[in-house]
């Protein structure tokens, strides 16, 4: 979702809280890299892994179009949840998704509540 995107490919916005160890991190990776980038501009935002977890960003490849926000955790945390909240609704007036696709609990909550202030058309949620 760059400036200069092409108006003929859907852009989806995929958010999850961290991309760690386990089944939802596949599960958005294989998403992320399957899409035809000649129907879908695709990008995903990610929290970090704690310091005892594994990284699974590695699956996403070196041309992901990925974004780490590091206030977008597992943990409930009323001062970065506002952060990460602001920060997803700045992106997506920027990059103006045609689908927001949210993934785990936490990044579901932010990312549905500022798909749906932005005005994005289509908001899907996964739950894992």
């Known amino acids: 979702m760059k400036s200069g995107s092409r108006p003929d490919r859907l852009r989806v916005l ?6 760690n160890v386990g089944g939802p991190a596949r599960h958005v990776a294989i998403l992320h890299n399957g899409l035809d980038p000649e129907q879908f501009e695709s990008m995903l935002v990610y929290g970090e892994v704690s310091s005892t977890e594994g990284s699974l960003l590695s699956l996403l490849g070196p041309d992901a179009h990925a974004v780490s926000l590091p206030e977008l ?17 700045k992106l997506m007036r920027a990059t103006r998704p045609d689908i927001v696709h949210t993934h785990t609990a936490k990044a579901g909550f932010v990312g549905r509540l500022a798909a749906r202030l932005t005005g994005v058309p289509i908001i899907v949620h996964t739950f894992h």
């Open 73 to 89: 955790g597992r943990e409930i945390s009323p001062l970065a949840d506002s952060v990460t909240l602001v920060k997803l609704i």
């Open 14 to 19: 995929r958010v999850i809280s961290r991309m």
